[in-house]
């Protein structure tokens, strides 16, 4: 699964950086700027599509790796596991900030 959280992170980054280009965050006219993106912008309504189902995809992606950590054992190696727990616990704060973020 670690070449799929690659995928999926590669794709998160991108499509936040073409959204990012076109959303602005401003309260009077945030909602616009997401219609924008959708009518306006060149697949714009896919690009939104794919980062919003990635992100679902990524976080599944994650659960199974740590899943399959557990069905193996892997948590008896103590720093790899503690450094995966440290990592899981960055990427869902990630995610929350960058849902949050954008409504205020």
């Known amino acids: 699964f670690g070449s799929l959280l690659g995928i999926c992170l590669v794709m998160q980054i991108l499509t936040g950086l073409f959204l990012a280009m076109h959303y602005t965050a401003d309260i009077s006219s945030a909602f616009s700027s997401v219609a924008h993106i959708c009518r306006d912008v060149q697949y ?3 690009i939104r599509n794919l980062h919003a189902n990635g992100a679902s995809m990524f976080f599944i ?3 199974m790796h740590v899943g399959r950590g557990l069905y193996y054992g892997s948590y008896m190696f ?3 596991w503690n450094l995966g727990v440290i990592l899981l616990l960055l990427v869902m704060a990630t995610a929350f900030v960058g849902y949050v973020l954008p409504w205020g």
């Open 78 to 80: 103590k720093e790899t």
């Open 61 to 63: 992606c994650i659960y």
């Open 44 to 46: 714009g309504w896919l």
